[in-house]
């Protein structure tokens, strides 16, 4: 009976949370391949957003994306509209409308959000998250986060700046970069500029609660590098946001005290 209202409970939350913008976090985590979008969507999975910093130029990022201040990260607003995308096989040229496009040539099946920012700072990859475990994820738990950026082409020179810097936000307004000693923000040596895939996993620590039906924020930022024009053109798949082993048991029981004060 405990395990059926429990079920019950996150059921409904699931339904609640489909119709809506956000991307559902469950007991499991969160994963998203983008495949959905298929040969000719133009259009992100449920709660992704692409689009082009709203400021700047090419030399607005230098060494680093900043997450607060002037032409940061926070500048543009979490509702900012998601750009109609290109669908394409592999992108060659820059698009500020952002791709769905393929793994490779040969792999037309397995999609990928892609970018190539022009004439603005950069493009900015969003998704929003919300927390649909039916408990809550409290300050100093730890979700990892692990994704694929595809390297579409050779640059003529490297880029300062390759690959996503990631961001976190837990109010959509108060930006963090996720950056660690063990898994920091790319660089030359684990973006190379060459055609491949660089897999990263870093460790994101809840600054504050994450209560439960709320959501969270998560950007993958693509600087607009001065070195060359087009920038090397990379784009996000394969995405994997899990809590910590423990934090999950910690959920559940969440969820199993919500449904007890329901009944
Ligand atoms: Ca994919
Ligand atoms: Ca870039």
Redesign the pocket.
Known sequence: MRIRLISGAITLAACAGSSLAQANFGLVGYSENFNSMGTSGTAAPTGWRHFATSFGSNSTWGTSIPASGASSVATDAVTTAATVLTATTTPTTNANNGFNAAASAGNTADRVLA???TTVA??IIQLELRNNTGGIMTAGDTLTISFDTVRYNVASSA?Q???YWLFASVNGTTWTNVSTVASPNPTITTVPNTVGVTARSVGYVLPSNWNAGTSIYFRWV????TQTSP????GLNNVSIVPAPGVIALAGMGGLLVARRRR
């Open positions: 970018t190539a920012p950069g493009a880029n700046l390759p690959g693509d600087d607009n590098a920038d090397q053109i990379i």
